[in-house]
C-alpha cells in the first residue's frame, strides 16, 4: 500500500495535531485576542465563568468549520486527482 495510505490508515497523520503556523500574522492575532480577554475580565470579572463558556463554543464552532474545511479540501484534492488520471481526448 502506498505509504501517505498507510499512515492515514494507522492515524499516522492528523492535521489537527500539528503545531499552529508561526506565522506573523498568527502571533499578532493570538496576541490580539490574549489582550481582549485580558480587558474584559479586567472591566467584567464577575463574567469571567461567562467568558469561559463563549470562548469554549467558539473554538467548538471553529473545529467544526475546520472539519469541513478539511472534507471539502479533500474532496476536492480527490477530484483534482481523478481528473488528472483521465485519459487525453
Given at each position: ?16 495535531e ?31 465563568e ?8 467558539i ?31
Open positions: 500500500m502506498n505509504d501517505i495510505l498507510n499512515k492515514l490508515y494507522y492515524g499516522e497523520i492528523n492535521p489537527s500539528m503545531p499552529p503556523p508561526a506565522t506573523k500574522r498568527y502571533n499578532e492575532n493570538l496576541k490580539t485576542i490574549c489582550s481582549i480577554e485580558n480587558k474584559l475580565l479586567e472591566l467584567y470579572p464577575d463574567c469571567k461567562l467568558l469561559d463558556v463563549y470562548t469554549d463554543a473554538h467548538i464552532q471553529a473545529q467544526l468549520e475546520c472539519e469541513a474545511d478539511f472534507e471539502r479540501g479533500f474532496r476536492l484534492g480527490t477530484q483534482i486527482a481523478a481528473e488528472i488520471l483521465k485519459p487525453f481526448e
